[in-house]
């Protein structure tokens, strides 16, 4: 089940990467190229000029439009050729196919599918996003795995007891089950409280936590493609409050925004929000190396469970009492998929 939900916003780059150049990607197996026009505008193109298909990626912005470097042919951001040189009439059928484009979250997002279906409010609203008492940090990871298998990951709390014990996990989870539902809003939901545990590697690092601690970690996904996951700890017995957890030792929501780019290799645009060392550039530069670190534990192993269904495309899996949330997604993702087409 990983055929693209194409009517969804996927993030395509980092807005920061849009400057005086034009920028290639690949999503859903379609070559885009993204530029910003000299008004600001974030801009999305099939990477094809429809005259002799060269790619436009490898011409050069002018003013509002992109110049094709085969024969100078010039695009607007709707796809409008506005300049045919040596001809005074430019061709209606001169046009490229445009994609609707949306910024959020430092990010560039690219609707794939029916144009007319695009709607800003289709977006996700991540929780701490742009709340004071707050640190940003992001990263971006390619993995040589179909999107699918890395949604599954993302709803499924139980394997950091044992993929991730040097960083977000340790042995006091391994017995402790999974609870999931799904939201009013679409999102499902899976996660589960260890309680009067050792503080795990990455908080006994970054936030000097000793003695027993209640953490929890709270996995959301929003289909097709968006998650966020709710860590941290707060000191053994404590009251579970609202306020308790937002005056947590140590808490971060991870986010990830997944991106296919063909069958079987993903973009994986990432964004740590937390709530402790605040400023703190050394605290920054030691989470992301350590959340590049979990993220690499989760590459090699799914990139790892991507070449045994290459192998055999038939195998079949037995789902646990912990694999609750990967079912409920799993539901939610083919019914997407139904409706889609």
């Known amino acids: 089940m990983n055929a693209f939900i194409t009517n969804a916003w996927y993030a395509a780059a980092e807005s920061a990467a849009l400057a005086s150049q034009p920028l290639r990607c690949t999503l859903l197996a379609q ?18 000029c429809p005259h002799r298909l060269a790619p436009l990626s490898m011409g050069e912005i002018c003013d509002d439009a992109i110049a094709c470097p085969y024969h100078g042919l010039r695009f607007d951001a709707t796809g409008r050729c506005v300049l045919a040189p040596g001809q005074p009439l430019v061709p209606e059928r001169a046009r490229a196919q445009a994609f609707p484009v949306i910024e959020r979250y430092g990010l560039v997002f690219v609707w794939m599918g029916d144009a007319s279906l695009a709607d800003p409010g289709a977006m996700v609203d991540l929780p701490a996003w742009g709340e004071p008492g707050w640190q940003l940090t992001r990263g971006r990871t ?106 947590a030792p140590y808490r971060v929501v991870s986010c990830a925004f997944l991106s296919p780019q063909d069958a079987t290799s993903t973009h994986y645009f990432a964004l740590q929000m937390r709530n402790f060392a605040l400023g703190d550039a050394a605290v920054s530069a030691e989470l992301d190396a350590q959340y590049e ?28 009492a912990s694999d609750a949330g990967v079912a409920r997604l799993r539901r939610r993702l083919s019914a997407a998929q139904t409706a889609d087409d």
């Open 31 to 48: 070559p885009l190229v993204l530029w910003r026009t000299a008004a600001g505008q974030a801009a999305a193109l099939l990477d094809r």
């Open 142 to 247: 390619l993995f040589r795995a179909a999107w699918t298998l890395i949604a599954d990951n993302l709803i499924d709390p139980f394997h950091t007891s044992f993929v991730h014990r040097r960083t977000l996990g340790n042995a006091s989870g391994e017995t402790v089950p999974v609870q999931a539902r799904e939201l009013p809003d679409g999102t499902i939901e899976c996660g589960r409280w260890v309680e009067n545990a050792p503080p795990v590697p990455i908080m006994q690092r970054l936030a000097g936590l000793r003695g027993a601690v209640d953490r929890w970690q709270i996995y959301r996904f929003w289909p097709p493609g968006a998650s966020w996951v709710d860590f941290g700890a707060i000191p053994a017995g404590s009251a579970r409050t609202p306020e308790a957890l937002a005056g």
């Open 293 to 320: 670190a979990t993220f690499e534990e989760d590459r090699l192993l799914l990139e790892a469970i991507e070449r045994e269904l290459e192998r055999d495309p038939h195998a079949a899996e037995a789902l646990l």
